[in-house]
């Protein structure tokens, strides 16, 4: 996934400056403590930084000019001297159930093994279906689509926008809607990464950035920066751009589900930050109790 990625700011780049096919640009494949490490849960062992640490070391040291990465992989807050400079367009931003015979959620047989390494998704699982049995399941696409041949699982959740980069459509499983499963924060959204004071690949990076996504962004980590949220939060967000209005959901759930806190705004999204922060506020109010027992 993060080659994929990675080729597409390539290419666009390439497209928007055509003089850079000359100098060429070479891509750097870094394997993250969070690709190495497979058999423990992200929360056990580091959280997001886990996918960032090695590919900052290397941006901040010169070995690299810009990183790519996953947004929802982003702490919210970044190393001193680094910057997320642009978002490009949003991928669709929903989870994905996926099954053999593309069940529904509501549609599972009570006591259906549900395997995730999501913190939210689990919790939400359970919040919506606390019949469901979970398992810590881990990987890549095919390795996750492997274990449900082998019966690890009859079911797991993958996000729509990388089955959609990696071009696999083609696999059996039902979308779920923000309003019966929301999403991680950024999730869909790739972040391109700059030295601060690199102005050159500043001015090259911006042009491919995105305005409504990066509104969405903003309102989003805005949030989960309030919230405090790491992988040992259950946390979801997403900002929708319904004309010239922005709707931001935000959600906080129990990690076993019992309890679930929601809460959204809409507004024009010309300070999509405050927005984000201001909802936070409202949830934390709420929520207090839940994230002070996951703390």
């Given amino acids: 996934m993060a080659l994929v990625q990675a080729n597409d700011v390539r290419d666009r780049l390439l497209a928007r400056f055509p003089d850079l096919v000359d100098r060429g640009i070479a891509i750097d494949v870094i394997k993250t403590s969070g690709d190495r490490i497979q058999d423990r849960n992200l929360a056990e062992i580091g959280g997001k930084g886990l996918f960032t640490k090695e590919i900052e070391e290397a941006l901040l040291d010169g070995r690299i000019d810009l990183a790519v990465h996953s947004m929802k992989d982003m702490p919210t807050v970044l190393p001193p001297g680094l910057a997320l400079v642009a978002a490009l367009p949003r991928e669709d931003a929903r989870d994905v159930l996926v099954t053999p015979e593309g069940t529904t959620l509501s549609a599972l047989p009570e006591g259906t093994v549900v395997g995730t390494s999501s913190l939210r998704r689990r919790a939400q699982l359970l919040h919506r279906r606390p019949d469901l049995r979970i398992v ?4 890549n696409v095919d390795t996750r689509l492997g274990k449900l041949r082998d019966g690890v699982a009859a079911a797991t959740i993958l996000a729509r926008a990388g089955l959609n980069r990696l071009g696999r459509a083609d696999v059996a499983g039902a979308t779920l809607t ?15 990464e700059c030295r601060d004071g690199d102005d050159d690949t500043i001015s090259l990076v911006a042009a ?7 509104r969405s962004a903003d309102a989003e980590r805005a949030l989960l920066f309030v919230l405090d949220g790491s992988c040992r ?3 979801a967000g997403y900002a929708l751009h319904e004309g010239d209005t922005l709707w931001l959901r935000g959600m906080v759930v129990a990690p076993d589900g019992a309890q679930a806190i929601t809460g959204e705004r809409r507004g024009d999204g010309v300070d999509a930050a405050a927005m984000g922060a201001d909802l936070g506020h409202e949830l934390l109010a709420s929520a207090g109790s839940i994230l002070e027992a996951i703390r």
């Fill in 136 to 139: 810590d399941f881990r990987g």
């Fill in 178 to 192: 923000p309003e019966e499963f929301l999403p991680a924060v950024a999730q869909g959204i790739v972040t391109i």
């Fill in 208 to 214: 491919l950035g995105d305005g409504d996504t990066q």
């Fill in 233 to 235: 939060t259950p946390i």
